[in-house]
């Protein structure tokens, strides 16, 4: 059964780094599209930054210049480095993917989430 299995989140001060991970697992036949989402307590779920079908980023205003978004096509990982961490960065991070697998030709994955943690 596919999965996305997230890591590298954890508590960091003010204008830390972090790298995310998602990797994906399973009978995967194609990745469709790719993404990291977030949600702050008391706040709507929103994306951070995402990969198009072609591999084009897409960010957050909130989040240009400080965090990039890539993907290891050979290891089926996704990553996201996160630079110069606000406090407003805090949030539950999620990862998202678009998948063909054997069972379906375009269904939407999700990772349990991974906690991030910014200081003042």
């Known amino acids: 059964q596919v999965q996305l299995v997230e890591s590298g989140g954890g508590l960091v001060k003010t204008g830390g780094s972090l790298r995310l991970s998602c990797a994906a697992s399973?009978?995967?036949?194609?990745?469709?599209?790719m993404g990291w989402y977030r949600q702050a307590p008391g706040k709507q779920r929103e994306v951070a930054a995402a990969?198009?079908?072609?591999?084009?980023?897409i960010y957050a205003d909130s989040v240009k210049g400080r965090f990039t978004i890539s993907r290891d096509n050979a290891k089926n990982t996704l990553y996201l480095q996160m630079n110069s961490l606000k406090p407003e960065d805090t949030a539950v991070y999620y990862c998202?993917?678009?998948?063909?697998?054997?069972?379906?030709?375009?269904?939407?994955?999700w990772g349990q989430g991974t906690q991030v943690t910014v200081s003042s």
């Open positions: 998202k993917a678009n998948l063909r697998t054997a069972s379906d030709f375009s269904r939407d994955y």
């Open positions: 399973g009978s995967i036949f194609t990745v469709h599209a």
């Open positions: 990969l198009t079908f072609g591999g084009d980023p």
